[in-house]
């Protein structure tokens, strides 16, 4: 007997073979990035698990329950329409229930563990069965949530560690120092933001900028750089500060003398300096006669293509981030230049085969970069998955960051991505490179 296909039949196999390749690299995906997850959870003992090293962070125990919880609400609950696996965690670990300073009491490691494991069983076997083209963008969503909040947990971490140092030694003999190029980033047109189905909402929609010419940093600004600005009384001179940034820097009793992460070992002076907020971004820019790059300008050096006129996920091209291209986590091979993942920064020139097509080191990893630019929405922008996600973060109050950090995961790290904060958080893994026109 001949078996026909009609064109209907014909195109619904190969959707379904489609749906299956997404589906396996989906589950991969999730599989790997919950392996290091757990490979965190690992190392973190009680004492730590429910201690709040700062108040706008939340323990790093809520920071794992909270992965679980929103997992569950949006594949489970709302996808799947099933019924709420732990309904007595729903208060405590929604973004909305408690404020930061109640979510101490929390439950224990285990129970935590288990937590997680029954939501994500359970989440694959949805995935199983969900019809995927409806769903794909949620499932990369709350991919990146979780790398977002496994570095959220990172950075309380490094916080702990700077409320209770420890001496450490050198990292390495010092390298000659590494001089501060600029690159000319000519005028014109190239493409920002993203249509990619792992975009978020505020990288949506992919549209034309025009620039003029410009030249940028080639490397972030290094501890070496930085020194220079504290060397001087970078901190105690109101010339190099805006109205903002001067008020900042006397707001708190804590003295402010160097970025909240400085490490004075000479060792560390080809690293980017790492901790700083927006307005000693700003004030080290203006002691050097540059100025912060706006978030196009950032985003055109680090990801168009003059030659092809196109633009590119990554600096270096399409292939995903690996140790030959950048420090970000999770990444525990070497490559051919001997680096291998270390939770800490790198010399700015440790991934020359990461670089963009116009020269420019360092973009993805190692720190994210302050830009002069507010956190607002692209031209068409649509909410997603929900109004709170980014929405009303575009409030005239945040500046953008752009490029990710050594704790940042592959899932959430691409030329497009937009990071947020206030500008005077100086807690994240932050840095910045600077312009001149």
Known sequence: MRLELNKSSFKDVKQNCAGSIVKSQIRDAFQEC?????????????????????????????????????????????????????PQYRKLYTADGLPKSQRVELPSIEETRYYLDTVREKVLDYLEVTDIT???????????????????????????????????????????????EMIKIPAGEFLMGSDEIDALDNEMSEHSVYLDTYSIDRYPVTCRDFRDFIQ?????????????GWSWLHSENIKKTKPLYWHDDVAWDNH???????????????????????????????????????DRKYPWG??????????????????????IY???????????????????????GNVWEWTSSWFDGYPGFEHYPYVGYS???????????????????????RSSFRNWYYPHVREIFAGFRCVRD
């Open 34 to 86: 919950r392996r290091q997850t757990l490979v965190l959870l690992d190392k973190i003992n009680s004492e730590i698990f429910y201690y709040q090293a700062h108040a706008n962070f939340s323990p790093i125990g809520w920071h794992l329950g909270h992965i679980a919880f929103t997992e569950s609400l949006w594949l489970l609950e709302r996808s799947a329409s099933q019924k709420c696996l732990f």
């Open 391 to 413: 929405q009303v973060y575009f409030d005239g109050e945040h500046r953008v960051l752009k490029g990710g950090s050594w704790a940042t995961r592959i899932w959430a790290m």
């Open 342 to 364: 270390k939770p800490q920064t790198t010399p700015v020139n440790a991934y020359p085969q990461g670089q963009s097509a116009y020269g420019m080191y360092d973009a993805l």
């Open 134 to 180: 409806a769903t794909e963008k949620l499932w990369f969503f709350l991919l990146q949530h979780e790398s977002q909040h496994c570095e959220t947990i990172s950075l309380i971490w490094e916080l702990i560690k700077t409320q209770f140092p420890t001496s450490h030694s050198p990292l390495s003999i010092p390298h000659p120092p590494i001089p501060q």
């Open 272 to 310: 980017p300096v790492c901790g700083v907020s927006y307005y000693e971004a700003e004030a080290y820019a203006k002691f050097v006669g540059k100025r912060l790059p706006t978030e196009a300008e950032w985003e055109k050096a680090a990801r168009w293509d003059i030659k092809s006129n196109s």
């Open 232 to 244: 001087v009384g970078g901190y105690k001179n109101i010339q190099y500060w805006s109205d903002a």
């Open 318 to 339: 399409a292939a995903e981030p690996t140790t030959e291209y950048c420090n970000c986590a999770g990444n525990s091979t070497g490559n051919s230049a001997g680096n």
